[in-house]
């Protein structure tokens, strides 16, 4: 039997199946690969006459009777390689995108198991080699940094963004089958959810003065608007129409920072569970949906191509054994949860000598993360800190009850976050307090004046118009019910599992402070 036979099996055709001895003719041209991945996985013992490749030139090794092409198309790591003819090969420079015609034959050189024998090729959009900015050879991640609408053409970039497109299909998979209702949440809001004032302000047109009428401008919106830190309080209205909800859209912080950690427009993946009385619930879903990507494309392609390492490149990444190691981790049972109170002892214990000396009350640092994570981690698993004390957190975090944890010397509340080793923080999340009496204390004590129902009007509220909260108050007014729920930063998991640095290169276009380049 020919061995191409079986691939062809069910193909749809409308006239009888014949192969020849020696190629596969024009006639199963349907059967063939579109894509350059599709084509390094096909591997047919016999020739392929008559097929298509469609790419972009990655590199030119000329010689005098052939030019050998390394193409891609942003759908493999790897490049295919094409035999062309001298006199076929006039505009195949580096960068150009090209349309080759001719057979898939089993190749006798090293590097891959075919090769495209070219018979014709044309150039559908030219590139000058000698100004072309991406190169073959070795280019630092801070240079590609400057050329961002071109650097996704660098192969590892395209595997990122691939990568971060099937985290998502599986991400969309897992709440679907918990019967969790995706949602988009407005990136305009005139509240500010952490109330820190970290916000970019979003105003119409020049907010100067005309010259001719002296008159400023009258504002677009009748209240200050910014752009969203968070999808939380719009999770939670939606939660109370539609049960458990969740979205992955862009958030936007106003920090001056340019750590690896932080951007200024960035992905965050939010989800509130409706109806749910323990904390516990909502780090199980946590736990859940990590644990389901990890496994879910642990046998992937994708997985394996970002384990890739060569070259000068692979100094710019955590090693394979690392990410190997992390992967192996979300996978694994059993996530230790402990509290901020125990983390703190465990810190004070530790005979690290830390730049910020861990202090009941403040904040954990990036070192204190990173050394809890390894310390406390089970095989390299993430680790759950919860119930931090309330004046370090957010107004709409449920207070823990007094008895929780007696050696406490203040009041918590019921948070978490996520600590994974070698990294830091990737995602947190609380019991919402969903008591009215409760939430007006809170906001009061973090300096947020509550104002009057968002039904009456703004002329004669006493809410501050700087930040727009009665609405969500309202939500605890007319059949709040207890609920919970957490966001991950989207950025810092795909930086996280592929081992990328920084999250300023799991961006396609990354801004932070200082730095918008397109």
């Not at 005309?210 to 677009?220: I, L, N, Q, R, V």
């Not at 730049?355 to 809890?372: A, F, N, Q």
């Amino acid at each position: 039997m020919n061995p191409i036979r079986p691939l062809l099996r069910g193909a749809p055709h409308r006239f009888p199946l014949k192969l020849s001895s020696r190629t596969i003719p024009h006639a199963f041209i349907s059967t063939i690969p579109t894509s350059i991945s599709g084509f390094l996985d096909f591997k047919p013992h016999e020739p392929v006459s008559d097929v298509k490749i469609d790419g972009f030139v990655r590199s030119v090794r000329a010689q005098k009777q052939y030019h050998f092409v390394s193409l891609g198309d942003g759908s493999s790591l790897a490049s295919l390689q094409a035999v062309v003819p001298a006199d076929q090969a006039g505009g195949l420079n580096i960068g150009a995108a090209v349309r080759l015609h001719g057979s898939w034959i089993p190749s006798k050189g090293r590097g891959q198991s075919h090769e495209l024998r070219v018979e014709r090729a044309t150039v559908l959009g030219p590139s000058d080699a000698e100004t072309f900015p991406i190169q073959k050879k070795y280019q630092t991640p801070e240079y590609l940094r400057t050329l961002p609408h071109l650097r996704s053409r660098v192969p590892f970039n395209s595997v990122i963004l691939r990568f971060r497109s099937e985290i998502i299909a599986s991400l969309t998979k897992f709440f679907g089958a918990r019967g969790f209702i995706q949602t988009h949440t407005p990136i305009l809001t005139s509240a500010d959810c952490e109330g820190a004032g970290e916000v970019f302000h979003v105003s119409a047109g020049d907010p100067t003065p005309s010259p001719s009428t002296s008159k400023t401008p009258k504002p677009f919106f009748r209240r200050p608007v910014y752009t969203t830190v968070s999808a939380q309080l719009h999770l939670e209205a939606l939660a109370q129409a539609v049960g458990n909800v969740w979205t992955l859209s862009p958030t936007f912080r106003a920090e001056q920072s340019d750590t690896p950690r932080h951007l200024s427009e960035f992905y965050m993946l939010e989800a509130e569970m409706s109806f749910t009385d323990k904390l516990d619930t909502v780090m199980d879903l946590v736990e859940d949906m990590l644990r389901h990507i990890s496994i879910d494309l642990a046998g992937s392609k994708i997985r394996d191509e970002l384990l890739v390492r060569t070259g000068e490149r692979a100094s710019d990444l955590a090693t394979a054994e690392q990410v190997s190691q992390r992967w192996e981790g979300l996978a694994g049972k059993s996530w230790p949860r402990i509290t901020y109170t125990e983390a703190i002892e465990l810190l004070k214990r530790s005979e690290t000598p830390f730049v910020h000396s861990p202090v009941w009350g403040k904040d954990l640092h990036t070192e204190h993360e990173k050394y809890i994570a390894a310390k406390v981690s089970n095989s390299n698993s993430p680790v759950f800190v919860t119930h931090y004390p309330r004046d370090i957190k957010a107004f709409y975090m449920k207070a823990s009850p007094e008895d929780f944890d007696s050696s406490s010397p203040g009041t918590t509340v019921e948070c978490f976050d996520l600590l994974v080793p070698d990294f830091c923080e990737i995602t947190g999340g609380s019991m919402r307090e969903h008591r009215l009496e409760n939430l007006l204390k809170s906001m009061r004590a973090h300096g947020i004046a509550p104002g009057s129902s968002s039904h009456v009007a703004i002329e004669s509220s006493s809410q501050p118009t700087e930040n727009n909260l009665n609405w969500y108050v309202d939500l605890r007014r007319w059949g709040c019910p207890p609920h919970g729920g957490f966001g991950l930063g989207f950025d810092r998991l795909i930086s996280y599992l592929s081992g990328v640095q920084t999250i300023h290169d799991t961006s396609a276009f990354p801004r932070w402070y200082g730095r918008c380049d397109c």
